[in-house]
């Protein structure tokens, strides 16, 4: 009996495989989590055959993709897709799609905190579950998903279309969106306007209650770090110098913290305030149309709150202070790290000169490593800002589309000198409490959400290929 079953049923699996049947977006998206394609902050650590099997993966599971575009692997595990457009109009510039395919450790200890595995790829109560679900696996899944089924209805982009994948976003891009650039600098293509990840479609905006709320991230913040060191006499604590490192550096450091920069509404959010206005409720409807009048208090009331503070503030984070070997020891140096995001507008330089002032003490040195500035705040009423949210609407009906500032950091500040217009969003929609899982213990992207996003994807490729 067994040998009459076995090849029907042999024939019957490649039959479904042949059809697609086993393969679905969801189940992409799950086996795409599985690959641990970590990067860790010690590139020593990282073990590069995952990301070799996962770009394997891609290859097997997006033939069309594969086999249709140009495919070039930079730095071996980065990925540049280019799609030649139909159009000979030179002035249809290409328009370029970038995710990343790293995504960062879970911290020691935590890994039994997650409902499921982190990297089983669980899809569960109609949620993925897995460390990159949101960040940023869904980006690149949901790009692929929407160019393989586009491909398969035989459509031509009228534009060049260009996918840019990296691989060590999440330690700053060098190997990865850094080397795309070069490349892309190299083919001499220049773009119309670019979309990476980083926005994003909020279901519970606590301003307005019956409708989610899309995020087109227009600008975000430059991440800056200064060092400060104190120097000193040490020696024998039971003869200890009257003000030790340590003690002169934590009265600097409680300064810094204890003077934030001022706060101030910025055009990204001006922006956003304005959009949601007609869609909250009394009063905010008036305060956010009236900002010319209302706006001190608008600051004022975001900058109270930890979240909405990052909105209106250069912030000011004290991270990492080390000093001392030994408890009987009073150590000669002490050294601080502080972390700054940057508003748009406000330079490293601007921040330099405040922090020295308000420290103000020689015994203290300031130096700060390399840093690269953010993108110029992309314009909000482009063509590449209509054409996401015309996709985000297409989708979603009910959305309100607003632009807005993004707190973090991305890839695309290596793009700068490339495009005109950057633009920061993946069309997924989720809660507040589950951002929470972005960078900590449960990432999961529901499944509706996922497939949602494919085709909010395929509509920002089809629109904006015109
Ligand atoms: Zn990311």
Do not use: C
Not at 56 to 69: E, N
Not at 231 to 242: A, E, I, R, V
């Amino acid at each position: 009996m067994l040998r009459v079953i076995a090849p029907i049923f042999i024939l019957l699996i490649a039959t479904m495989q042949a059809a697609g049947a086993l393969s679905s977006p969801t189940q992409n998206l799950a086996q795409a989590i599985r690959y641990r394609t970590i990067s860790a902050q010690d590139t020593a650590k990282i073990d590069y055959s995952q990301f070799e099997q996962f770009n394997a993966f891609l290859h097997k599971t997006y033939p069309r993709v594969f086999s249709q575009l140009q495919v070039e692997q930079i730095n071996q595990h980065s990925l540049l897709l280019r799609w030649p457009g139909s159009s000979s109009d030179t002035e249809k510039l290409p328009v370029l799609f970038a995710a990343h395919m790293d995504v960062v450790p879970i911290e020691p200890g935590t890994e039994g905190d997650w409902t499921h595995p982190p990297f089983d790829g669980v899809v569960a109560d109609g949620n993925i579950y897995g460390r990159g679900t949101l960040d940023d696996k869904v980006g690149v899944i949901g790009l692929l998903e929407a160019a393989e089924q586009l491909l398969a209805e035989g459509f031509v982009p009228e534009r060049t279309l260009v996918f840019a994948f990296g691989h060590d976003e999440e330690i700053g891009g060098l190997e990865g969106a850094a080397a795309i650039a070069r490349r892309l600098r190299e083919l001499n293509l220049y773009f119309e306007w670019m979309v990476d990840e980083g926005g994003l479609i909020l279901s519970d905006n606590p301003l307005v209650e019956d409708k989610p709320v899309a995020m087109i991230n227009v600008a975000e913040k430059t991440y800056f770090t200064l060092t400060l060191v104190a120097t000193g006499d040490g020696g024998h604590s039971s003869t200890p110098p009257q003000v030790s490192t340590i003690g002169r550096l934590s009265a600097a450091l409680a300064r810094i913290e204890q003077n934030p920069f001022p706060s101030k509404l910025v055009g990204p959010v001006k922006a956003m305030l304005e959009a949601l206005g007609p869609h909250a409720g009394q009063p905010t409807k008036f305060v956010f149309s009236q900002l010319w009048l209302t706006g001190g208090i608008v600051e004022y009331q975001m900058s109270r709150d930890r979240l909405t503070n990052a909105y209106v503030r250069t912030t000011t984070a004290l991270t990492m202070f080390n000093a001392g070997v030994k408890e009987n020891v009073v150590p000669q140096r002490a050294e601080a790290k502080v972390n700054f995001r940057l508003l748009p507008g406000d330079t490293p330089d601007y921040v330099v000169e405040t922090i020295t002032g308000i420290v103000d003490d020689e015994n203290i040195e300031i130096s700060f490593d390399a840093w690269s500035a953010a993108a110029p705040v992309a314009d909000y009423s482009g063509s590449g800002y209509a054409v996401i949210k015309g996709a985000v609407e297409a989708i979603y009906p009910d959305v309100v589309v607003v632009p807005s500032l993004l707190s973090g950091a991305t890839d695309t500040r290596h793009y700068i000198d490339l495009v005109d217009n950057i633009y920061r969003f993946h069309g997924m929609i989720l809660a507040t409490t589950q951002a929470k899982g972005v960078h900590g213990t449960d990432e999961y992207i529901g499944v509706e959400s996922f497939e949602a996003s494919v085709k909010v994807a395929k509509q920002m490729i089809q629109l904006g290929a015109k």
